[in-house]
């Protein structure tokens, strides 16, 4: 059950990044996962979308050169 929570929290946090969601989704999330859920995944997506932007501009610049 438990990874099934965080597999949750990572889909509400990744919507919420794309600023894309439902209010019945929202209202589902804030009854089932708890606050250190959805901040723990929120780091964990943001680390990951600025390792994802690093990396690209790097092979970018690799590749131009």
Partial sequence: MAERSNLKAALAVFWSFLG????RDYDSD????????????????????????????????KFVK
């Fill in 30 to 61: 804030a009854q089932d996962l708890t606050p250190a859920q959805v901040v723990i995944a929120g780091l964990i997506g943001g680390v990951t979308f600025i390792l994802t932007i690093l990396l690209v501009v790097y092979l970018v610049l």
């Fill in 20 to 23: 894309v969601r439902k209010r």
